[in-house]
């Protein structure tokens, strides 16, 4: 008889932290209530535009990086970031001091969601040589996205969402 007791005691324990977990989950903040769409968050989805603007890039140390006595400028470059369900992203980068294209394609991942932030990094590859990963910020109530700083000094700039 005591043996059956201490089962329906551990069956009891295991059902109340069962309940106890439900209520929590249930009662989370409505901003952490996002409609999703194969995991992702519905107002990720779609197409991102912005213009990085021209600048020169650093050196690990934060100083203007130089090759042969110059410095190394990067142009204004028009970035379109596509996201889809199943994590799936795409950009399309133009360079607009000649108009020159790079496709990428990859996948991304939510880092984390706090203080009405989506931060999101995404993995690239345009197939051949080059592999960027990339980290942007979703403002959730305003739905813009921020991109920011990576390697090589690369300066933030907004990214809007179009309709």
Partial sequence: MTKT?????????????????????????PEENIIEVDNVPEILLG???????SYFMKNKFGDDLIVNGQKINV??????????KQNAVSLQ?????????VYYEGSFKILSEENGLIKIECTLSDGEYSNPKYILELNKSEAFMTFKETSGGAPSFNLDHLE
């Fill in 93 to 101: 980068q133009t360079n607009l001091e000649d108009n020159s294209r």
């Fill in 5 to 29: 007791k201490w089962i329906l005691g551990g069956l009891l324990l295991v059902f109340i932290i069962s309940q106890f977990s439900k209520t929590n989950e249930e009662s989370s903040s």
């Fill in 75 to 84: 142009p204004s470059v028009d970035h379109r970031f596509l996201f889809e």
């Fill in 47 to 53: 197409v991102y535009h912005g213009i990085q603007d």
